[in-house]
């Protein structure tokens, strides 16, 4: 576990580096265009090439060490950012070059994450995957609260070079860890891969799940449950905003980011050995009553106090879900796995995103108006009025989340996973260390 928390804290900083980097852009491109449609662009082209290219990078992580892997990834990424900055600096810098060097970086990432996921199995004991999955679960959401900030002091102050610099700094905490720690290789590695051409070994990660019914079943159900969450987030600041101002909206946003890491920590003080699977269907019940909750009136403090206790069941329930995978796969294959596994999951995700606004546009605020057909039955409890569609919506996903959570554990395949598929993995981690 040592060796991983030297990585994990190394990988922390050139994280929050590489969000301060981002952020400035996000401002710079803003303030230069004014167009909310070409930040929207920018962000697609930080998230479509993953979704795209997540099954092929995890062949070839199941090819190549996966430290090394994560070692080339990091100085690809630090190589964008460096081309960036010359541009910057140079006065070169154009709108195109912005979407093909976060494309780019998106790309790297990718390889980076599932190595990374790949080699956990390696560096860490078994009993303590629930702890990693939680430390690495509280480094994004930790970054993602302290990044903004320290953005908007240090911004004014050392400006858009400055940024670089340090995000070039942390860069070097994350390569030299990495540098000094080798991981054991895995046995026959090259002769199960070899004789492969490399489109099967890409699909070779559905073939898998194919043959393992159980987590194929884990994976349709927490992509499902993503779809949910999806749209329950996309509407998260239009029914703020019907009832409180923009100022109370970054409050009611940074609480439920504070239960994002509430729930890390928990992940990250994990002891239990047992039950994952039990705790996963639990805690996904919670996540739909606290949707349900947080639609039921239009209470600020309500909504507030529901987010903040749904968002701190999100790292448990995707914490526990990728340990059931990092222990039921062999550590070999995990990169393919784990390359169709982020996808699948996120495609849930990505099609809530899409639907959100035109369900609540539609259908939802229409039927909750105060001249609706719902006004004098629904309406009276929960209320009619800008914001109550999507408290309509809200309270109709926390029910369809709790009906198909119980639905799902009626399927033995998925309830009885831990005892039926054994572990993958041996006890003690492969890795040793030159320190």
Not at 220 to 240: D, E, K, R
Not at 286 to 313: E, H, Q
Request: one cysteine or more.
């Amino acid at each position: 576990m040592r060796i991983f928390l030297i990585i994990w804290i190394g990988q922390f900083l050139s994280l929050v580096g590489s969000r301060l980097t981002q952020f400035a852009f996000n401002v710079w491109l803003f303030q230069e265009t004014g167009s909310v449609t070409q930040f929207g662009l920018l962000v697609l082209c930080g998230s479509l090439p993953s979704l795209l290219i997540s099954p092929i990078a995890g062949g070839f992580v199941d090819r190549w060490s996966r430290r090394w892997t994560m070692i080339i990834a990091d100085f690809c990424a630090g190589l964008c950012t460096l081309s960036i900055a010359w541009l910057f600096i140079t006065g070169n810098l154009e709108i195109w070059h912005l979407y093909i060097i976060e494309a780019l970086s998106s790309c790297f990432s990718t390889f980076q994450a599932n190595a990374y996921a790949a080699a956990t199995t390696l560096l860490v004991p078994k009993e303590n995957l629930p702890r990693a999955s939680g430390l690495t679960s509280l480094g994004r959401g930790v970054s993602k609260l302290i990044a903004p900030v320290l953005a908007g002091i240090l911004l004014p102050l050392v400006h858009i070079p400055g940024i670089i610099v340090i995000d070039f700094a942390t860069l070097f905490f994350a390569i030299v860890p990495l540098m000094v720690v080798t991981f054991q290789e895995l046995n026959n590695l090259d002769e199960q891969t070899g004789d492969k051409s490399f489109w099967k070994e890409v699909i070779y990660g559905w073939n898998f799940l194919t043959t393992k019914p159980g987590l194929l079943a884990l994976l349709i159900f927490f992509a499902s449950n993503n779809l949910c969450t999806g749209i329950f987030n996309v509407l998260t600041t239009p029914l703020v905003l019907s009832l409180t101002s923009p100022t109370g909206l970054g409050i009611v946003l940074s609480i439920g980011s504070s239960g994002i890491v509430l729930g890390s920590l928990m992940m990250s003080i994990w002891k239990a050995q047992e039950h994952y699977i039990k705790t996963i269907f639990g805690f996904t019940l919670l996540a739909g009553l606290f949707i349900f909750l947080a639609g039921l009136r239009p209470s600020l403090s309500l909504f507030t106090v529901s987010d903040f206790c749904l968002l701190a069941t999100y790292p448990v329930i995707s914490g526990l879900v990728q340990v059931m995978f990092q222990k039921k796969v062999p550590p070999e294959v995990q990169g393919r796995v784990f390359g169709l596994k982020a996808p699948i999951a996120s495609l849930g995700l990505t099609l809530g995103y899409a639907i959100a606004g035109p369900l609540d546009d539609l259908i939802f605020e229409p039927l909750m108006a105060p001249d609706s057909i719902l006004a004098g039955n629904i309406g009276k409890i929960i209320g009619v009025g800008q914001g109550r569609g999507v408290g309509l919506l809200d309270i109709l996903i926390g029910l369809v989340v709790v009906v198909g959570t119980i639905a799902a554990y009626q399927y033995p395949r998925l309830r009885l996973l831990e005892e039926e598929l054994p572990d993958a993995i041996p006890d003690e981690p492969f890795a040793t260390s030159k320190f």
